[in-house]
């Protein structure tokens, strides 16, 4: 008999998620081979070139897409929640003037933004409360890392513009001025991307801490701080200083890229260990960036100007009007007469790391479109031929472990 060191297969220590299934999820679904991802049935690529930011976190809260009205009255309450209390404010100003970490700004944020919840007497599980939580908590974080990063560079806060879209909204913030439309656009179509990706670490751990019915600001306080490691979503700030490191060699980039595989050097932002093929996200923000690289119509204006290098960890000792925000895309993908991002008011209109996306169970029987009834022209504008794609075009595959 040995010592009760011995381990027999089931007990093994599983360092990670990787091939281990801990939850069931209708959100999205990750086909790792076929380089594919899913919201809520629909293909992400469909929902990048038809669907805003809003329109997209309206589908991952409800489950549909939201009908033209249901889409203002969203856009409204987010727009209304933007504004951070004075002292949230005075605080993440203080961490810019420190030079402070930004994902630190955003995890005291959300910390401090409990003391201020209108639901505070609600029960963890109550899902209206958390729903209402997860708008304030999804408005004022763009104001808290706008004000954080300005403080940073010795510059008063600017207030948020409830005119302006989410995406729009927060360029205007973090810059001091009205954003370039193409801007807007692609920043607005990367969080499209962004919203969700199955069960990464991050999510992983902000489900962990909600499993122990702590209350929403603490689930998001702790997923942050997951998603700050260099493992996961700190890896885009290696890609930032990465590029920054090639502008001021001055030189080609091809050739830098060239002298650092030969040095045995790792080169940022290539590969995702979910897929086994290109990100689908990587191909959609490969289209725009050259887009993006162009110098903007408007004399003088500007695209990427502070995007690139206010937002991320510094390193000690080292679609198309004349107003600053997209045409309004149509909500269902319906062709509509008008174009305005929000017609009802006078202006505007309105990587790294993952465990194991693939070892979430789904238990919807969900559809990709298949067709496209609107694609982006050149400028960014979609093109609709007034007909919406059926969800219910496929059905999922049964739920299998992690392919990696």
């Known amino acids: 008999m040995g010592l009760g060191n011995e381990r027999t297969m089931s007990e093994e220590l599983q360092r990670g998620l990787e091939g281990v299934l801990v939850a069931e999820s209708t959100l999205s679904y990750i086909d790792g081979g076929a380089g594919q991802l899913v919201y809520r049935g629909y293909d992400i690529e469909d929902l990048a070139e038809h669907a805003s930011y809003e329109e997209t976190l309206y589908l991952l809260w409800n489950g549909e897409l939201p009908t033209a009205s249901e889409l203002s009255s969203f856009r409204d309450a987010m727009a209304a929640e933007r504004s951070l209390p004075e002292e949230v404010s005075q605080a993440v100003r203080t961490l810019g003037r420190q030079d402070g970490d930004p994902m630190a700004a955003l995890q005291t944020t959300v910390s401090m933004l409990s003391a201020y919840d209108e639901d505070r007497d609600a029960e963890p599980t109550d899902t ?121 060699a001055d030189q080609d980039p091809v050739e830098w890229v060239e002298q650092a595989l030969e040095d045995g050097r790792r080169v940022a932002g290539f590969g995702h260990r979910v897929y086994d093929v290109k990100d689908p996200r990587a191909r959609i923000l490969g289209e725009r960036s050259e887009e993006l690289g162009r110098p903007p119509a408007t004399p003088g204006g500007t695209r990427c100007r502070r995007l690139s290098s206010r937002t991320w960890p510094t390193r000690r000792g080292s679609r198309r009007t004349s107003t ?10 319906e062709s509509r007469s008008t174009s305005t ?64």
Request: proline share 5%; charged share 20%.
């Open 341 to 404: 991002r929000r017609s009802s008011r006078s202006r505007g209109s309105a990587g790294g790391s993952h465990t194991s996306s693939n070892s979430t169970r789904t238990t919807a029987s969900s559809g990709r479109v298949l067709g496209t009834s609107a694609r982006r022209t050149a400028s960014g504008c979609p093109s609709h031929s007034g007909r919406r794609p059926p969800r219910s075009a496929f059905t999922l595959p049964s739920p299998t472990t992690a392919r990696r």
């Open 128 to 248: 209206a409360a958390n729903v209402a939580r997860g708008r304030r908590i999804t408005a004022k974080l763009p104001t808290a890392l706008a004000t954080f990063a300005r403080a940073r560079d010795g510059e008063e806060p600017v207030a948020p513009d409830e005119e302006l879209d989410h995406a729009a909204n927060f360029l205007y913030m973090l810059n001091g001025e009205q954003p370039d439309a193409v801007a807007a656009d692609v920043f607005d179509q990367a969080l499209v991307l962004h919203a969700d990706h199955g069960l990464n670490a991050s999510t992983f751990g902000g489900l962990v801490t909600a499993s122990t019915l702590a209350d929403l600001h603490a689930s998001v306080t702790g997923a942050i701080g997951a998603l700050s490691g260099s493992l996961h979503g700190g890896a885009n700030a290696d890609v930032m200083r990465m590029l920054e490191e090639i502008d001021a």
């Open 324 to 333: 600053s925000t997209r045409p309004r895309r149509t909500t269902r993908w």
